[in-house]
């Protein structure tokens, strides 16, 4: 190619750049056409000479934020030194960015979305538009305007005769963040004290390292000494003590999510806390005592038990088991980074999509929620497969399946109830992830996907879940319910059944979370059915432990207490469960407090006063050392009766119809949520007294015996506390003489 | 009310009245079944504690349990099957009279008279009547009518609630859901419309009237 073409070409394009930006020479007096709406967006209106002026003042009283859906009237007004007798005076340009503009009369119109003059409206420099805020509250509108002032001769001048300017709005929502958050000075003070004391830390130990040339070990000295077994650790004793103690720690910190809930409902409409942080509130409080308290302290108990209890060494898999212990802090780390990270998730225990598979649910705390969930789920399915294998492969000699105690059996039912339910739930999550990381469409049901997938999903795991947190606690009261009658246990054989049918019917029941979600009605008849049918074996435990008390010589101590407190509020639990599973019930109960109440009465009453019950039972066998019964019986009282004030109230505020998850209430509720609050504060600072009782009794409790209760299960055959490898050999389980004569 | 009363009460929805009408009818039978069982379970539980509670110089019962040594099973067939059976029963006559509630809520054809399309969304209710007027946040709706009312939603789930009368339905995008509500069964009056399912920041706030008018006289 030659030259020359080269130069014509650059100067044809040239010419074609040159005239789209050379100022149009028409006048606009019937407003701006669609055409040249982009072109004012970017340039202004530079067919009127090519600055803004300052000369030229627009106003547009936009409200100081807005509420979601609401209309509101905005007055465009410009003053400028340009004037005319009156006709073609200007017009005017407004965009936004969230909801919608209108008319009000003919002198504005809608173009493209944006609005502009009429031919009447040239006339005049003030104009009204209807603005229709987003539904969303929590978004910022931005307003840009672009008002033209001209002489009125008919033509666009660039010669300074015509003049305009341009100015921008912003409207927050009655619920949107403005700007980064200021952080106080307090705050600043601590962060910055952090940054200090840990570089110092690191110079020190930097110092000492490179100048005495000795290992980190040796600078942390006794310190390292003490902390590197529990870091290292593949003991399941040890292990079970870190499960247990990341539990209690995790339920303190859910509880006290908890006690912010309940500050929050002392009043209706009470402004503690915003709708955002009140929904991360519930949020995480549901997922931690789950995922975090719950299932650790379970399987602290199981880890340190299990073994013990069916005289085996170990767990089957002891790396795999340290594995899936380290998962749960590192896990619960990534869920609550979310709070570092602008705002936890948001989405309920339960999260629910399409709300958080969609871009409404933006919190990046969701993000990290499903991260750290997915972490959680692995070491679930880990510790699953191991205890099946253990309790599968290494009874010692007469643990016979039919002979093993039955916190072993119930932990047996629980992990296989965990292996086939996990796995589930972790895929969900995992497409869950993948809709809202890379953009994937399962749960999107713009895109036509199902919009109760996750619900199936999500309860096909979550029903056995919770069956999973319960039945081990029906373990531990079946142990010390016995040892404290000072019998056997009346049925053991029908015990085992109604666990594994428990187990097994929790699969077909998952139904009964989705009676108003629209499905088929002979789905929901046969979840009804087999949801009652869960009471048979249920009853059948409550009236086995019952008949278990007779003829025995009780000690009512805090273990016992705890476990019949158990056995009483787990029966209101489960009777209200039958009550919600009547689909006509539910309908109404579905979602309000009365469910609130009655999960909570299986939960705290069932699982949480349970596994108190195992503290005070196996602690001494734990430590050597006899916890203080008088605080334990305080710690009993003050619990049961502060539970009861606390969650019975709650079955009345959900006839009454009160929602859960709500920052707010029905004013005529009041009486009630702020008793209830009350009796919650007061049910939280009791669970004290429990850390103050292992802390004093950790040394300084009454020394225990190998057997100090009279229990028959093998962990009493070892020394209390176990030698580091549990038994000083594999012990038998002999038969009792009627037994074997029978 | 005092809170007294408040935590005595057993407050029921306009809707269960269909329902709770006898002895014999589902919400009395629940409501009897369960005093009952919890009657008996912690009368029972209350006198074995103190029945067999250990005293001073009691012998130790003759089956005791010792360490490392399985105790053997305490077994009395008869009572097991008893109460496997009795609990069986019972809640099957609950799951029987379950069924005959449940034509006032599910999908059958009653003559509708007036169908109200429901539309929800983040976070506002609004109400399209048949003559194509729409409104937001209230509806109105004739005495002594069968309403039905077809939920749509055009984001994520919602339920539409009306704690007054214990009605509820979710609302699924993608699908068209549908309830019943005869006006007729309660009282001309304003009650509130609540979200039932979460569904996101303004969840709490998603809050609606209905209003029942008078009669005309």
């Given at each position: 190619?030659?030259?020359?073409?080269?130069?014509?070409?650059?100067?044809?394009?040239?010419?074609?750049?040159?005239?789209?930006?050379?100022?149009?020479?028409?006048?606009?007096?019937?407003?701006?056409?669609?055409?040249?709406?982009?072109?004012?967006?970017?340039?202004?209106?530079?067919?009127?000479?090519?600055?803004?002026?300052?000369?030229?003042?627009?106003?547009?009283?936009?409200?100081?934020?807005?509420?979601?859906?609401?209309?509101?009237?905005?007055?465009?007004?410009?003053?400028?030194?340009?004037?005319?007798?009156?006709?073609?005076?200007?017009?005017?340009?407004?965009?936004?960015?969230?909801?919608?503009?209108?008319?009000?009369?003919?002198?504005?119109?809608?173009?493209?979305?944006?609005?502009?003059?009429?031919?009447?409206?040239?006339?005049?420099?003030?104009?009204?538009?209807?603005?229709?805020?987003?539904?969303?509250?929590?978004?910022?509108?931005?307003?840009?305007?672009?008002?033209?002032?001209?002489?009125?001769?008919?033509?666009?001048?660039?010669?300074?005769?015509?003049?305009?300017?341009?100015?921008?709005?912003?409207?927050?929502?009655?619920?949107?963040?403005?700007?980064?958050?200021?952080?106080?000075?307090?705050?600043?003070?601590?962060?910055?004290?952090?940054?200090?004391?840990?570089?110092?830390?690191?110079?020190?130990?930097?110092?000492?390292?490179?100048?005495?040339?000795?290992?980190?070990?040796?600078?942390?000295?006794?310190?390292?000494?003490?902390?590197?077994?529990?870091?290292?650790?593949?003991?399941?004793?040890?292990?079970?003590?870190?499960?247990?103690?990341?539990?209690?720690?995790?339920?303190?910190?859910?509880?006290?999510?908890?006690?912010?809930?309940?500050?929050?409902?002392?009043?209706?409409?009470?402004?503690?806390?915003?709708?955002?942080?009140?929904?991360?509130?519930?949020?995480?409080?549901?997922?931690?005592?789950?995922?975090?308290?719950?299932m650790p302290i379970i399987f602290g108990f199981a880890n340190y038990l299990v073994p013990l209890q069916i005289g085996a060494r170990d767990l089957a898999f002891p790396r795999l088991?340290?594995?899936?212990?380290?998962?749960?802090?590192?896990?619960?780390?990534?869920?609550?980074?979310?709070y570092f990270a602008g705002g936890a998730g948001d989405v309920g225990w339960t999260g629910y999509a399409p709300y958080s598979s969609g871009e409404r649910s933006s919190s990046p705390?969701?993000?990290?929620?499903?991260?750290?969930?997915?972490?959680?789920?692995?070491?679930?399915?880990?510790?699953?497969?191991?205890?099946?294998?253990?309790?599968?492969?290494?009874?010692?000699?007469?643990?016979?399946?039919?002979?093993?105690?039955?916190?072993?059996?119930?932990?047996?039912?629980?992990?296989?109830?965990?292996?086939?339910?996990?796995?589930?739930?972790?895929?969900?999550?995992?497409?869950?992830?993948?809709?809202?990381?890379?953009?994937?469409?399962?749960?999107?049901?713009?895109?036509?996907?199902?919009?109760?997938?996750?619900?199936?999903?999500?309860?096909?795991?979550?029903?056995?879940?919770?069956?999973?947190?319960?039945?081990?606690?029906?373990?531990?009261?079946?142990?010390?319910?016995?040892?404290?009658?000072?019998?056997?246990?009346?049925?053991?054989?029908?015990?085992?059944?109604?666990?594994?049918?428990?187990?097994?019917?929790?699969?077909?029941?998952?139904?009964?979370?989705?009676?108003?979600?629209?499905?088929?009605?002979?789905?929901?008849?046969?979840?009804?059915?087999?949801?009652?049918?869960?009471?048979?074996?249920?009853?059948?435990?409550?009236?086995?432990?019952?008949?278990?008390?007779?003829?025995?010589?009780?000690?009512?101590?805090?273990?016992?207490?705890?476990?019949?407190?158990?056995?009483?509020?787990?029966?209101?639990?489960?009777?209200?469960?039958?009550?919600?599973?009547?689909?006509?019930?539910?309908?109404?109960?579905?979602?309000?407090?009365?469910?609130?109440?009655?999960?909570?009465?299986?939960?705290?009453?069932?699982?949480?006063?349970?596994?108190?019950?195992?503290?005070?039972?196996?602690?001494?066998?734990?430590?050597?050392?006899?916890?203080?019964?008088?605080?334990?019986?305080?710690?009993?009282?003050?619990?049961?009766?502060?539970?009861?004030?606390?969650?019975?109230?709650?079955?009345?505020?959900?006839?009454?119809?009160?929602?859960?998850?709500?920052?707010?209430?029905?004013?005529?509720?009041?009486?009630?949520?702020?008793?209830?609050?009350?009796?919650?504060?007061?049910?939280?600072?009791?669970?004290?007294?429990?850390?103050?009782?292992?802390?004093?009794?950790?040394?300084?409790?009454?020394?225990?015996?190998?057997?100090?209760?009279?229990?028959?299960?093998?962990?009493?055959?070892?020394?209390?506390?176990?030698?580091?490898?549990?038994?000083?050999?594999?012990?038998?389980?002999?038969?009792?003489?009627?037994?074997?004569?029978? | 009310?005092?809170?007294?009363?408040?935590?005595?009460?057993?407050?029921?929805?306009?809707?269960?009245?269909?329902?709770?009408?006898?002895?014999?009818?589902?919400?009395?039978?629940?409501?009897?079944?369960?005093?009952?069982?919890?009657?008996?379970?912690?009368?029972?539980?209350?006198?074995?504690?103190?029945?067999?509670?250990?005293?001073?110089?009691?012998?130790?019962?003759?089956?005791?349990?010792?360490?490392?040594?399985?105790?053997?099973?305490?077994?009395?067939?008869?009572?097991?099957?008893?109460?496997?059976?009795?609990?069986?029963?019972?809640?099957?006559?609950?799951?029987?009279?379950?069924?005959?509630?449940?034509?006032?809520?599910?999908?059958?054809?009653?003559?509708?008279?007036?169908?109200?399309?429901?539309?929800?969304?983040?976070?506002?209710?609004?109400?399209?009547?048949?003559?194509?007027?729409?409104?937001?946040?209230?509806?109105?709706?004739?005495?002594?009518?069968?309403?039905?009312?077809?939920?749509?939603?055009?984001?994520?789930?919602?339920?539409?609630?009306?704690?007054?009368?214990?009605?509820?339905?979710?609302?699924?995008?993608?699908?068209?859901?549908?309830?019943?509500?005869?006006?007729?069964?309660?009282?001309?009056?304003?009650?509130?419309?609540?979200?039932?399912?979460?569904?996101?920041?303004?969840?709490?706030?998603?809050?609606?009237?209905?209003?029942i008018t008078e009669p005309a006289a």
């Amino acid at each position: 190619m030659k030259l020359r073409n080269v130069a014509l070409m650059f100067a044809i394009v040239a010419l074609l750049v040159g005239a789209s930006l050379v100022p149009n020479a028409t006048s606009r007096k019937d407003g701006i056409p669609a055409s040249l709406g982009d072109s004012v967006t970017v340039n202004g209106c530079n067919c009127h000479g090519g600055d803004a002026s300052s000369s030229v003042a627009l106003a547009l009283d936009v409200p100081a934020n807005f509420t979601g859906g609401e209309i509101y009237t905005l007055t465009i007004t410009m003053e400028s030194a340009v004037t005319t007798d009156g006709e073609n005076q200007g017009g005017f340009f407004l965009s936004t960015t969230q909801g919608s503009l209108a008319s009000t009369d003919d002198s504005t119109q809608l173009i493209d979305g944006y609005m502009t003059h009429t031919a009447a409206g040239n006339d005049q420099r003030s104009w009204n538009v209807n603005w229709t805020a987003p539904a969303d509250d929590t978004r910022i509108a931005d307003f840009t305007l672009y008002g033209n002032s001209v002489n009125g001769n008919g033509a666009p001048d660039t010669d300074g005769s015509d003049q305009w300017n341009r100015a921008t709005f912003a409207v927050p929502g009655a619920n949107a963040m403005v700007g980064p958050e200021e952080i106080s000075d307090s705050r600043k003070v601590f962060y910055l004290s952090l940054v200090v004391i840990g570089t110092l830390g690191a110079v020190v130990v930097g110092n000492r390292m490179v100048s005495t040339g000795q290992s980190v070990e040796d600078v942390f000295g006794e310190f390292w000494g003490y902390l590197k077994p529990w870091l290292t650790t593949t003991d399941h004793k040890r292990i079970g003590l870190l499960y247990i103690g990341t539990g209690l720690f995790f339920f303190f910190i859910a509880g006290s999510l908890a006690m912010l809930m309940r500050l929050q409902l002392l009043e209706p409409d009470n402004d503690f806390m915003t709708n955002t942080q009140f929904n991360s509130t519930f949020t995480m409080h549901g997922t931690t005592m789950v995922f975090m308290a719950g299932m650790p302290i379970i399987f602290g108990f199981a880890n340190y038990l299990v073994p013990l209890q069916i005289g085996a060494r170990d767990l089957a898999f002891p790396r795999l088991n340290a594995l899936s212990f380290w998962l749960l802090p590192t896990g619960a780390l990534v869920v609550y980074a979310g709070y570092f990270a602008g705002g936890a998730g948001d989405v309920g225990w339960t999260g629910y999509a399409p709300y958080s598979s969609g871009e409404r649910s933006s919190s990046p705390g969701t993000d990290l929620w499903v991260a750290g969930q997915i972490m959680l789920g692995a070491s679930s399915t880990l510790t699953a497969i191991n205890f099946l294998t253990m309790i599968m492969r290494m009874r010692a000699p007469g643990v016979t399946l039919m002979r093993m105690p039955l916190f072993t059996w119930s932990i047996t039912v629980a992990v296989f109830l965990l292996l086939l339910a996990i796995p589930v739930f972790t895929i969900a999550l995992i497409l869950l992830y993948a809709d809202r990381t890379f953009g994937t469409l399962y749960f999107s049901v713009e895109a036509g996907a199902d919009p109760i997938l996750w619900q199936h999903l999500f309860w096909y795991f979550g029903h056995p879940e919770v069956y999973v947190l319960i039945l081990p606690a029906f373990g531990v009261i079946s142990d010390v319910v016995a040892t404290f009658a000072r019998r056997p246990i009346f049925g053991y054989t029908s015990m085992v059944y109604a666990m594994v049918s428990i187990g097994l019917i929790s699969f077909i029941v998952y139904g009964h979370h989705m009676f108003t979600a629209g499905t088929d009605p002979l789905f929901r008849f046969i979840v009804m059915l087999t949801t009652m049918l869960v009471a048979v074996p249920t009853g059948v435990k409550i009236f086995n432990w019952l008949a278990t008390l007779m003829g025995g010589s009780i000690t009512t101590n805090a273990a016992m207490l705890f476990s019949l407190g158990a056995i009483a509020t787990f029966t209101i639990g489960g009777i209200t469960g039958i009550v919600v599973a009547s689909i006509p019930m539910d309908i109404h109960l579905h979602d309000t407090y009365f469910i609130v109440a009655h999960f909570h009465y299986v939960l705290i009453g069932g699982t949480i006063f349970g596994f108190f019950s195992g503290i005070y039972y196996w602690f001494p066998k734990v430590t050597g050392r006899f916890m203080n019964e008088k605080i334990g019986t305080l710690h009993f009282i003050l619990s049961f009766i502060t539970f009861h004030a606390a969650f019975y109230p709650m079955h009345i505020l959900g006839m009454m119809g009160m929602p859960r998850r709500y920052a707010t209430y029905d004013p005529a509720l009041a009486e009630l949520n702020v008793f209830v609050s009350y009796s919650a504060f007061i049910f939280g600072a009791a669970q004290l007294l429990l850390v103050w009782n292992i802390l004093r009794s950790w040394n300084g409790g009454e020394k225990a015996s190998a057997d100090p209760w009279g229990g028959w299960s093998l962990e009493w055959t070892t020394s209390s506390p176990p030698p580091p490898n549990s038994f000083a050999e594999i012990p038998t389980l002999h038969v009792s003489d009627e037994e074997a004569e029978s | 009310m005092s809170l007294i009363g408040d935590l005595l009460s057993l407050p029921i929805p306009t809707s269960w009245e269909a329902f709770s009408e006898g002895p014999l009818s589902l919400s009395q039978q629940v409501f009897y079944w369960s005093v009952l069982i919890t009657i008996l379970v912690f009368g029972w539980l209350l006198y074995a504690v103190y029945r067999y509670r250990r005293k001073e110089g009691d012998p130790d019962p003759t089956d005791m349990p010792t360490a490392g040594v399985f105790p053997g099973e305490r077994v009395n067939h008869t009572i097991e099957i008893a109460w496997t059976i009795g609990p069986l029963l019972l809640v099957c006559w609950i799951t029987w009279l379950s069924l005959a509630p449940l034509d006032n809520y599910w999908d059958v054809d009653r003559g509708d008279e007036l169908t109200i399309e429901v539309n929800a969304s983040q976070w506002s209710w609004a109400f399209t009547y048949p003559d194509g007027n729409t409104t937001y946040g209230t509806v109105e709706l004739p005495p002594d009518t069968r309403v039905k009312f077809e939920m749509e939603s055009v984001d994520v789930l919602h339920a539409f609630f009306l704690p007054a009368f214990g009605l509820k339905e979710d609302i699924v995008p993608n699908t068209t859901t549908a309830m019943w509500f005869d006006t007729g069964t309660v009282d001309p009056g304003t009650y509130p419309i609540y979200c039932a399912e979460y569904c996101g920041d303004g969840h709490s706030k998603m809050l609606g009237q209905i209003i029942i008018t008078e009669p005309a006289a």
